[in-house]
């Protein structure tokens, strides 16, 4: 290893997202790669990113990311699906480092799980009017088609904490109907709040859709491509101890320490707020 790649590999991973829904990305990360160091920064103030319009979205993106070059990162992981669905080419363009999106291994898990061709993407509004999903599967496959479902309420309902009983079951049920019709084999959650309904979802998928049905999570997805990466580029972290999580966060709300500790599942200790 050159002692420049060295030294880079040490740094921390750069991880965003609109808000804490992407700690769901870290959370695979951490378990795929444990010895990294992340600094995660959420834009609290600004979520949501779902309902937005691409240029916002992009311009928002910007900022995230410039802020965390400039805490040293040694690659940039997009955790917002949103995000993925409308802005790594420009991130990639206009920043000196590695980034890394959430669609494609989304979309690769999903391509690899069906059977029938047939894959429901469940997303926000602005994913799924980016067509980033349909066109990432088209790229893997020429058989596989997709069929996409905005789920804009599951979102209040993971920060709320409420993942089970009548409320959520309800707005799954609902979301999942068109999926239902047409007969899709695998359900992509792509969102970052999604995992959090993920027990829900899949009960109600396996009674509407059947048994074989398969949920597809792209935050362990892109856990797996970002291991993949980072090994291939010498870029692993050789520490012994077990990494840092350093979160970033531009609004701290009075909900913060549960709602955070729900979605990384473990306490997070190292906060700091920042101004964008
Ligand atoms: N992080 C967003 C995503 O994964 C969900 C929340 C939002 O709308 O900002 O698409």
Redesign the pocket.
């Known amino acids: 290893m050159t002692k420049e790649a060295g030294s880079r590999s040490s740094a921390p991973l750069g991880v965003f ?3 804490l ?2 700690l769901t990305v870290v959370r695979a990360l951490r378990l795929a790669l444990p010895h990294e160091d992340i600094v995660y920064l959420g834009d609290t103030a600004r ?5 937005k319009g691409p240029d916002t979205i992009v311009k928002y993106a910007l900022a995230c990311s410039r802020h965390l070059v400039g805490r040293g990162v040694k690659a940039l992981v997009i955790a ?3 995000v993925s669905a409308v802005a790594p080419e420009r991130l990639r363009v206009d920043l000196d480092l590695p980034v890394l999106s959430v669609i494609e291994p989304g979309a690769r898990a999903a391509v690899a799980a069906t059977r029938s061709g047939k894959i429901g993407i469940l ?2 509004a602005g ?1 799924v009017a980016s067509g980033a999903y349909p066109r990432a599967v088209s790229q893997l496959s020429t058989r596989a088609e997709t069929v996409g479902q905005a789920a804009p309420l599951l ?1 209040p309902l993971a920060e709320e904490g409420w993942l089970e009983g009548e409320v959520p079951r309800l707005a799954v049920r609902r979301y999942l109907e068109p999926l239902a019709r047409a007969r899709v084999d695998v359900v992509v959650l792509g ?3 999604y995992p959090l309904l993920r027990r829900v979802i899949e009960e109600e998928a396996k009674v509407m859709l059947g048994e074989s049905v398969r949920v597809v999570d792209s935050a362990t997805a892109t856990a797996h491509d970002t291991t993949a990466f980072l090994e291939e580029r010498g870029l692993l972290n050789t520490q012994e101890a077990r990494g840092t999580v350093k979160l970033l966060v531009t609004d701290l709300a009075a909900s913060f320490a549960a709602s955070a500790a729900r979605f990384l599942g473990e306490d997070a200790t190292d906060v700091e707020l920042v101004d964008l």
């Open positions: 997202d609109s808000g829904g992407g979520v949501p990113y779902g309902t917002c699906n949103t997303a926000t994913t979102v969102c970052t709040h």
